[in-house]
């Protein structure tokens, strides 16, 4: 019955969607769409169509169609070339975007080399011996994500290829692992003055100001980042899971379902045979080199080896050409330390190449259609609207406007899928805005504008983050979506309030101390709703 009724409603967004279509074409031409809120029309459309569906690529590639239509005004030649020619051709051609692709290929293959060396059958009896609670686990995910603060793509494979077997020992669902690896990958990074995300932003503050230096002074403001973190340590230690993460949990724990939903694309993974001989170190040491070889090429991509300091090189770094060239070269330290070992040979490598590289087809194609979205919301001149909206404010309600730009940063990265691209947007408008004003109205402005955006990239199914978090914990892709969203929203939630307090006091020891108060004060009283539901919380 709940099939049936998941096909209805389908089926009347569907014929939503061509309504909206047929209006759009009788009422606008190609040029009276551009720069208005039509641009937002074709991710929203793949966002509610993936949502309602459960079905992500026709969702994403719907969406690709319709920012085709309205661009060329309805017109079939018009719509081919800028889908495939300067959409998904472009994505796929574009450099930033191969470099990530090379890196998450190489994740694969780092995975399956790991997996068939028998180290990460050696990190789980390890692992059985030193975390010995369902908390414990959790606690350990939570902490490793922390640390690996450098890169939200690299955090999110990488700790989840690290404590999938750990988790799923302790019977941690999918949904949760992934929404541990997704709230330490972005919100962790936006808060860290040495990663990828503080050399992009100091990119986009304009004038002679310096970028880093004003990140820095955002960070005690963050308040969705630093709220996040806290949740995720709050739900773990109060075991106050709620929504249909609990549902998950509860499936996990007492049947020993991980993925609950009949959808499991990642379910074969289990049954591959391992070696049992394996050690720990052969685990161990591919992900040390990892770190060290991406950290390496991202400081060798700013220019380090070229003459400019640490912070400088970090502050010009490019994580796409980083991260490719660190991981390359992590893959062939790895060669020659397990040949050396004979933990296999050159043949058995080589045999993991295509069985990693078919692991990560999945995330490959998502993110090549979300790519492909944000291309649409680009040619139809999202950012000039949204710009629009943000600057039509800025004169009235100062003391609201953290409030009202978090709002914006919010919505515009949920709907396209990028904090980066919203940072791009808002953040030389909020300087800009905030130039003649009060020093620390502009940094809690800023703030705002950091923190909404990471939580609309955080809660957005079309988020490449989101994206990835789903495939460090082999989970099912909008399972992921639907069991993170009620707890990103509830942090969200907290930090616009908390955005209000901050814009009228403009003190950050009230605001953070009114924040963390609401934030356990909740979480008590959602766990006592959740107890009456389920009866009494399960032990671990």
Partial sequence: MKK?????????VLIVVVAVLVIAAFTTDAKSVQKT?????????????????????????????????LYSGFSFPGTIKHVFTDGIVAQLTDAYNVGILIFLVILGIMVCLMNKSGGSAAFGRWAQKHIKT??????????????????????????????????????ISRAKL????????????????????????????????????????????????????????AITAMQADYGLMEQHELNATTKGDLFTTPERPYAEADKAKLKEDG???????????LIICC???????????????????????????GLAVGSFFALIITL??????????????????????AAMIAPILILTFAWSLKGMTDSLGASVYVAGLIKNTAGSLMNLLPFIIFLIAVGLAFATGTSWGTFGILIPIVVTAFKDTDPNLMIIAMSACMAGAVCGDHCSPISDTTIMASAGAQCYHINHVNTQLPYAMTVAAI??????????????????????????????????????KYGAAWAD
Avoid: H
């Fill in 495 to 532: 930090s616009a309030v908390t955005y209000i307090v901050a814009g009228f006091s403009r003190n950050v020891v009230v605001s953070l101390v009114f924040g963390f108060v609401v934030l356990i004060v909740l979480l008590y009283f959602l766990k006592k709703r959740e107890q009456k």
């Fill in 134 to 171: 369902k908390k414990g686990a959790q606690f350990a995910t939570i902490v490793l994500g922390i640390l690996i603060f450098i890169d939200d793509y690299f955090n999110c494979l990488t700790v989840g290829s690290v404590m999938l077997p750990v988790t799923d020992r302790f019977k």
């Fill in 37 to 69: 809120f039509w641009a937002l029309v074709p991710p929203i459309i793949a966002i509610v169509l993936a949502l309602v569906t459960k079905e992500v690529y026709s969702s994403l590639f719907i969406g690709i169609v319709v920012g085709g239509l």
């Fill in 336 to 357: 020659v330390i397990y040949m050396a070992r004979r933990v296999m040979n050159f043949t058995e490598f080589m045999a993991c190449v295509p069985d990693g590289f």
């Fill in 178 to 233: 992934a929404y541990l690896i997704d709230a330490t990958a972005a919100p962790v990074c936006i808060i860290a003055p040495i990663s990828s995300w503080a050399a992009a932003v100091s990119g986009f503050v304009p004038g002679n100001q310096n970028g880093i230096a004003l990140f820095c002074s955002c960070i005690p403001w963050n308040f969705y980042a630093l709220f996040t973190i806290a949740f995720m340590f």
């Fill in 279 to 289: 050690k720990l170190f052969d685990m161990l040491i591919p992900v040390i080199v």
């Fill in 295 to 321: 950290v390496i090429g991202m400081l060798w991509s700013g220019g380090m080896f070229s003459g400019k300091n640490f912070v400088e090189a970090f502050a010009n770094s490019d994580a796409s050409v």
């Fill in 4 to 12: 049936k009724n998941t096909n209805i409603v389908s089926v009347i």
